[in-house]
């Protein structure tokens, strides 16, 4: 067990327009890459977004070694509501997610 940020080499968000934000893994290489597309299961993600799973896009790039996460937000950019309106501080969020890696090596 360890924390997503402790296995990889960079989480960055970002965010895609006043609807989306994106979040960037970046493994560092394609031993990790393979092992962090293991562990990190959809279905997980979207739990800790408190969103249906349909609705987080993931894309697994192999050849970069960074999986690319985009996902609506609870609240339009800029509303009154809206807390990260550069959509940054999700990054903290999953490199804090816990994953069990410890079978995959």
């Given at each position: 067990?360890?924390?997503?940020?402790?296995?990889?080499?960079?989480?960055?968000?970002?965010?895609?327009?006043?609807?989306?934000?994106?979040v960037?893994?970046?493994?560092?290489?394609?031993?990790?890459?393979?092992?962090?597309?293991?562990?990190?299961?959809?279905?997980?993600?979207?739990?800790l977004?408190?969103l249906?799973a349909?609705a987080?896009?993931?894309?697994?790039?192999?050849?970069?070694?960074?999986?690319?996460?985009s996902?609506?937000?609870?609240?339009?950019?800029?509303s009154r509501?809206?807390?990260?309106?550069h959509?940054a501080?999700?990054?903290?969020l999953?490199?804090?997610?816990?994953?069990d890696?410890t079978?995959?090596?």
């Amino acid at each position: 067990m360890g924390k997503l940020g402790q296995f990889v080499k960079k989480i960055r968000s970002k965010n895609a327009g006043p609807f989306w934000i994106t979040v960037d893994i970046f493994c560092g290489n394609p031993h990790t890459f393979n092992q962090v597309c293991s562990a990190l299961k959809t279905e997980r993600i979207a739990q800790l977004l408190a969103l249906q799973a349909a609705a987080v896009k993931r894309f697994d790039i192999e050849d970069l070694a960074v999986i690319k996460i985009s996902f609506p937000r609870h609240h339009v950019q800029g509303s009154r509501f809206d807390r990260d309106i550069h959509g940054a501080q999700i990054a903290n969020l999953f490199a804090e997610l816990q994953l069990d890696m410890t079978d995959l090596d």
